[in-house]
């Protein structure tokens, strides 16, 4: 049986980027117009859809998906 890939959506990826460019949350907000319970909910779903428990487990996701070139979006 052929496994699914996980991919992130377009604004998944946008945020967990933004989450691990240093910038606070509060300017990422302001700057994309994003709402903070927005960004939270994007968050929550990359955590749930790639089973991970804290921001910490999805900076080391995302790390080794782009140093290997795995990282895919919708």
Same mark, same amino acid.
């Given at each position: 049986?052929?496994?699914? +890939?996980? %991919?992130?959506? %377009? %604004?998944?990826?946008?945020? +967990?980027?933004? !989450? @691990?460019?240093? +910038?606070?949350?509060?300017?990422?907000?302001?700057?994309?117009?994003?709402?903070k319970k927005t960004f939270s909910t994007h968050i929550g779903n990359v955590k749930n %859809? @790639?089973? !991970?428990?804290?921001?910490?487990?999805?900076?080391?996701? @995302?790390?080794?998906?782009?140093?290997?070139?795995?990282?895919?979006?919708?």
């Amino acid at each position: 049986m052929k496994q699914k +890939v996980k %991919k992130y959506s %377009k %604004k998944e990826y946008q945020v +967990v980027k933004y !989450l @691990f460019s240093g +910038v606070s949350i509060e300017s990422i907000c302001k700057e994309q117009s994003f709402q903070k319970k927005t960004f939270s909910t994007h968050i929550g779903n990359v955590k749930n %859809k @790639f089973g !991970l428990q804290s921001k910490q487990q999805i900076y080391y996701l @995302f790390l080794i998906q782009k140093r290997l070139k795995l990282i895919e979006y919708t």
